[in-house]
């Protein structure tokens, strides 16, 4: 065994330890543990160093961060001796935003040798190829509401808050936040029904893929369809679809329109 996951809420952790020849080293943070597999070790943000230097002891060379984990607090009471020479990074990645820390946090893992591998790289059927995948297929008017949704995206990146977006008519009904994609389907205007929009989801400038790509589930094409939206767009090529399968076959249920868009197409 080489390869540990940092494992966190959903499906993602249990499609990628299945999919590999051996199966991974599972490590959950403590009070977010992984819901779909087992975690073998646990940890804290506090006990950082002290993971480090068990998976050392344990052959391990690489790293996959994958599944839902919120961002840590730290409690200096709970530090232990091997992550005492971290806090300074801690405090630098706690202050940043979301791509500052996690470029922090992968640092400190490569830095102590270890290779960090995004989960399209241990399963790269994960990103769906270019192509509308529904059986409906995007209108003029989408097609314009994409366009600007792929702009407000680009305009976010600089803020460092959100991969995801809603769009009807051209205008920007919601933006994702710390809330996340959830948070901003279920707190849009009720006129996002009328106005036919659509969830747009891609990456920021300068994402981390090694650990934090874009992801959409059945789950959201579900919390889609109950926000009244009528299409869920993704960047091709930039974007983890999980169960790829269930998400057309619930976006033909609900008469949705799920495109893998290039940028710039139109």
Known sequence: ????????????????????????????????????????????????????VSLGERGITQVCFCGAIDRPTLDPNKLDAETMPLVPLFQEALAAGDNGALQILMQIFEQTGFDVVGADTLLPDLVAPPGVLSEAWPDAQMRRDAARGEAVLAGMAPLDIGQG????????????TMGGTDHMLTTLPAKAREMRAILCKGPKDGQIREIDMPTIGPATIKAAHRAGLVGVIVDAGDVIILDSAECTA????????????????T
Do not use: K
């Open 1 to 52: 065994m080489t390869l540990a996951l940092i494992a966190g809420r959903g499906r993602l952790p249990r499609d990628v330890a299945a999919a590999q020849d051996a199966l991974p080293l599972i490590c959950g943070y403590e009070g977010m543990l992984p819901d779909q597999v087992e975690a073998e070790l646990t940890f804290r943000l506090e006990t950082l160093g002290t993971l480090l």
């Open 165 to 176: 977006c809603v769009i009807g008519a051209e205008q920007v009904l919601g933006v994702e």
């Open 250 to 265: 619930l976006a033909d249920e609900y008469a949705m329109v799920l495109w893998s868009r290039r940028g710039g197409e």
